[in-house]
């Protein structure tokens, strides 16, 4: 069980559609419920011709988050990844590293399962919506082949991952 919070904020600040870093998974320190938090950012000029796009996004990244709440606490899954890495994502954060972040181990299990249902719900070939992902991260062409190696490794061992 769990607790969703999910916002959409609109500003022309933004060109289309961002997910903010406000996004994650938790544990209510008082309770001890998990939660998912969910934000997104609309640029309000791509409406209303971007519901779909949006409903696509939601869909992935409520999928990549309770990927992220079976790899610990009460919704813990044998075999996930849980390894503790919040000094990995400090520091990848201060410093901006993106391929390191889709890199850790909790991350690549999220957005595999994320990118796969995204690719169920637009009805296109798991490739396609891992290349769009990642070019969206913008990132060298040689960080790009690493993250699409070490994803393609993580998917042989996740049951329902398709070939990309």
């Known amino acids: 069980m769990f607790d969703l919070d999910a ?24 309770t001890g419920d998990s939660f998912i938090i969910i934000d997104l950012v609309v640029n309000p000029k791509q ?3 971007f519901w779909n796009e949006i409903y696509m996004v939601l869909s992935d990244v409520m999928r990549h988050e309770i990927e992220h709440l079976t790899q610990e606490g009460e919704n813990y899954r044998h075999g996930k990844p849980n390894e503790n890495d919040i000094l990995q994502r400090a520091r990848i954060g201060e410093l901006g590293i993106k391929h ?21 719900k637009r009805k296109e ?3 396609d919506v891992v290349n769009r992902y990642l070019d969206r991260m913008e990132l060298e062409p040689s960080k790009k082949s690493e993250v699409l190696d070490k ?6 061992k996740i049951s329902g991952i398709p070939n990309f």
């Open 100 to 120: 390191e972040y889709l890199l850790l181990p909790k991350e690549i299990d999220a957005n595999l399962q994320g990118l796969r249902y995204e690719a169920k």
């Open 47 to 49: 409406l209303p011709g």
């Open 7 to 30: 916002n959409i904020y609109f500003t022309e600040k933004v060109d289309f559609l961002q997910v903010i870093d406000s996004t994650g998974t938790g544990d209510d320190e008082d």
């Open 125 to 127: 070939s798991m490739s």
């Open 151 to 156: 994803w393609r490794q993580r998917a042989k």
